[in-house]
């Protein structure tokens, strides 16, 4: 735990599944560190990252953003941070945000300490890392896209994430040397390991969620941490990389990827399960107990309600006094 008594609370993931679960550790505990995807070459993130070769920063900017909401919404950095620009000129679609860690990073030449600064601007009291130092590159194994099983290789995080052949499994390349083994950022994989409770997921399955597996050193962190381990499930399957897939499918795939990886519980929504026994099966697969509750945001479609999902991680951690 933190010096003060605080658990200390490590999410990993990317996008908006990422942002579910920092607004809801958040209510659980102030030591929240988020480990962030650093893969994303679409958008705002893409443009930056080609013309910059800084990391993406988009994901990362969502993460803070998690962090640094504050409960009345009057933030005014949290919103200028988040807020994007219109029109048609060279910065359309930008958001301020990415734009000011793209300038942190080439000011301090050091993404950990870049999102550190950023993080004290807003008034972050826990902490946002990138899973690796370096941009990376997704490559993926695709069957079906020419009508039969012949696997194909998609390049890319919005190709990956958008094929609407079936995964079969993926690769990561470091963005700036090809030929160099992508090397997980080391304040990572100590929080990782210092965690009490680690969550992975929601979030696109194989480009936000398992693709942390991927880094070696990451990887023996999330086997080898004492922290207990949770896995929260997406509400609906992702058009493109997990279409028609069941919750026990995801499970399966996680199996697959990491077969070593033991975990203590596995949050799913109930009206997201249309076969619970199955996912009690699959979740004893890899050590761990199904927990099914109402996590669904009813105003939002495909959103987890914070406060629900964080009541569920705090009974699937067994934490107590939050």
Request: aromatic share 2%.
């Amino acid at each position: 735990m933190s010096e003060d008594g605080s658990i200390r609370a490590v999410a990993l993931g990317g996008g908006h599944g990422l942002h579910a679960t920092l607004c809801a550790l958040r209510g659980l505990t102030p030591d929240v560190t988020a480990v962030v995807t650093v893969a994303d070459d679409g958008g705002s993130s893409g443009r930056l990252r080609r013309e910059l070769g800084v990391l993406p920063p988009g994901d990362l900017r969502q993460a803070i953003s998690a962090l640094a909401t504050a409960e009345d919404g009057d933030a005014l950095w949290a919103r200028v941070f988040q807020r994007r620009f219109g029109g048609s000129g060279a910065l359309a679609g930008h958001a301020v945000g990415n734009l000011l860690l793209a300038g942190l990073f080439e000011e301090v030449r050091d993404p950990v300490r870049a999102l550190d600064e950023a993080c004290a601007l807003l008034g972050v009291t826990g902490r946002v890392l990138p899973m690796s130092v370096d941009p990376l590159d997704i490559e993926a194994e695709v069957s079906g896209l020419n009508g039969d099983d012949e696997p194909s290789t998609i390049r890319g995080q919005v190709a990956v994430a958008s094929t609407p052949g079936r995964v079969r499994r993926i690769r990561l390349h470091n963005a700036r040397d090809r030929d160099s083994l992508p090397q997980a950022c080391a304040a990572a994989v100590a929080a990782v390991r210092e965690a009490d409770v680690v969550v992975l997921g929601p979030g696109s399955w194989f480009t936000s969620v398992l693709v942390h597996l991927l880094l070696p050193d990451l990887r023996e962190a999330l086997v080898t941490t004492a922290a207990r381990k949770v896995v929260v499930l997406n509400l609906v399957p992702q058009p493109g990389e997990t279409a028609g897939y069941s919750p026990e499918r995801h499970i399966d795939v996680l199996r697959a990827q990491a077969p070593e990886l033991r975990v203590d519980a596995v949050i799913a929504d109930r009206g997201s399960v249309p076969t619970p026994a199955r996912l009690y099966r699959a979740a004893t697969e890899i050590g761990a107990r199904a927990v099914l509750a109402d996590v669904a945001d009813a105003s939002v479609s495909g959103r987890h309600a914070p406060d629900a999902l964080a009541a569920s991680v705090r009974e699937a951690a067994g934490i107590r006094g939050a």
